[in-house]
């Protein structure tokens, strides 16, 4: 009975405090920007498009939409996106929805972000064209530190992990938090 009650119990605190989780499987519109803010963490900005398509039940023609969604990653997950992802990779995000404001000349202007802090994921569905060198198709990078692998008399072993064909997977470091505050470390203007 433990069990259950501990089921009822998190599903009463998440809907008294609510969720907030973003998840997208989308193409970079453009190259991401990456830049350092002061506390030396990276940031890193992508315009992902994600398309419905349909067919018009009056013309018969195939109907496409794309949303456009601005995504923003801190710490090791925005320096790998920085040298992974290039223009028309495809990439699954999950993220947090975000909505900050600030005035331009006496006009309050508002944005939505997806951030993707260190509770976040990114994973590359494809290879990204025209990056330097390539991961394996498929690889995930999250912001959470992963545990390192136990060897069979229980110590641990040294190294990053290993995937298949001998390649070293990408290790996460425990990230910066994102900085606190309505413009998230950045000192421009205007949100693009």
Not at 37 to 44: D, H
Not at 56 to 79: N, P, S, Y
Not at 162 to 191: H, L, M, N, V, W
């Amino acid at each position: 009975m433990m069990g259950a009650e501990n089921i009822n119990r998190r599903r009463h605190i998440m809907a008294v405090r609510g969720i907030n989780k973003v998840i997208l499987v989308g193409r970079l519109g453009k190259d991401p920007e990456v830049r350092y803010i002061p506390n030396g963490g990276a940031v890193a900005n992508l315009q992902v498009a994600t398309s419905e398509t349909w067919r018009d039940k009056q013309t018969g023609e195939m109907r496409e939409q794309t949303e456009w969604h601005r995504v923003v990653l801190f710490g090791k997950l925005a320096e790998v996106a920085g040298e992974y992802l290039r223009k028309g990779a495809q990439v699954y995000i999950e993220g947090q929805l975000r909505t900050r404001s600030w005035e331009d000349n006496g006009i309050t202007r508002y944005v939505t972000e997806i951030l993707v802090k260190t509770t976040g994921t990114m994973q590359m569905l494809g290879r990204a064209a025209g990056a330097q060198t390539q991961p394996e198709e498929g690889q995930q990078f999250s912001a959470q530190p992963q545990p390192e692998p136990q060897s069979e008399a229980g110590t641990k072993k040294g190294g990053a992990k290993t995937k298949g064909r001998g390649r070293k997977a990408a290790q996460p470091e425990p990230q910066p938090q994102p900085p606190e505050g309505e413009d998230y470390g950045f000192s421009d203007d205007i949100p693009f």
